[in-house]
């Protein structure tokens, strides 16, 4: 029982020398680790609206909000702070993790106590949805279209609805439609449909 003690001892003297092991806050900033999860953070330059956050958050503290009218059809992602387990999930697992900013990431702020619930959440801007021209359904966000699109380079030339979604942004697609049904070029085809509906139109025609 006396190694103990004087190991306790020791670590005093220590302390009384070097200093509290412990930091000041608050009375001082505390700087956390470098990898330390602390809020996590959407940015609307690198958010492409793909909802894979959502779709792996175990604690399911991250929804995303279509709102689709006659003028537009926009997404929000809503991280709900006050359910968050900070666990790291929905940054390791972004979309573009890798890009420069990142859709998500944890900062090092953890001082987040507060009286509203309704002010601890993280969002991002509304992102425009890109809409099926045949039966309405939501495909996906334009930015993760463009997004797969830029990935995969000349090869998206081969997905009617990734290229037509690059080219609305040009102005051009609309002229490119009314050409294929000009010319017969598989107009029912030449469009931004869903994968329900692209799949119909093959059938259909073959």
């Given at each position: 029982?006396?190694?103990?003690?004087?190991r306790?001892?020791?670590?005093a003297i220590?302390?009384?020398?070097k200093?509290?092991?412990t930091?000041r806050?608050p009375?001082?900033?505390?700087?956390?680790?470098?990898?330390?999860?602390?809020?996590?953070?959407?940015?609307?330059?690198?958010?492409?609206a793909?909802?894979?956050c959502?779709?792996?958050c175990?604690?399911?503290?991250?929804?995303?909000?279509?709102?689709?009218?006659?003028?537009?059809?926009?997404r929000?992602?809503v991280?709900?702070?006050?359910?968050?387990?900070?666990c790291?999930?929905?940054s390791?697992?972004?979309t573009?993790?890798?890009?420069?900013?990142?859709?998500?990431?944890h900062?090092?702020?953890?001082?987040l106590a507060?009286?509203d619930?309704?002010?601890?959440?993280s969002t991002?801007?509304?992102?425009?949805l890109a809409?099926c021209?045949s039966c309405?359904d939501?495909?996906?966000?334009?930015?993760h279209l463009?997004w797969v699109?830029?990935?995969?380079g000349?090869?998206?030339?081969?997905n009617?609805?990734?290229?037509?979604?690059?080219?609305?942004?040009m102005?051009?697609?609309?002229?490119?439609?009314r050409t294929?049904?000009?010319?017969?070029?598989?107009?029912?085809r030449?469009k931004?449909?869903?994968?329900?509906?692209?799949?119909?139109?093959?059938?259909?025609?073959?």
């Amino acid at each position: 029982m006396r190694l103990p003690k004087i190991r306790e001892l020791v670590e005093a003297i220590t302390a009384l020398v070097k200093g509290p092991y412990t930091s000041r806050f608050p009375y001082a900033p505390h700087e956390p680790a470098k990898r330390f999860r602390g809020k996590p953070e959407y940015s609307n330059e690198g958010c492409i609206a793909c909802a894979a956050c959502a779709l792996v958050c175990p604690a399911r503290a991250i929804e995303f909000r279509d709102a689709v009218t006659k003028e537009k059809a926009t997404r929000k992602m809503v991280l709900h702070l006050d359910e968050c387990h900070y666990c790291g999930q929905c940054s390791a697992l972004c979309t573009t993790r890798d890009d420069n900013p990142p859709g998500i990431r944890h900062t090092t702020k953890f001082d987040l106590a507060g009286f509203d619930r309704r002010e601890m959440v993280s969002t991002t801007d509304e992102k425009e949805l890109a809409l099926c021209e045949s039966c309405g359904d939501v495909i996906a966000a334009k930015a993760h279209l463009d997004w797969v699109a830029r990935k995969l380079g000349p090869l998206a030339f081969s997905n009617p609805t990734l290229f037509l979604s690059s080219l609305e942004e040009m102005g051009i697609a609309e002229g490119l439609a009314r050409t294929a049904r000009d010319y017969a070029l598989r107009s029912d085809r030449i469009k931004i449909l869903c994968a329900k509906c692209k799949r119909k139109a093959t059938l259909e025609r073959y």
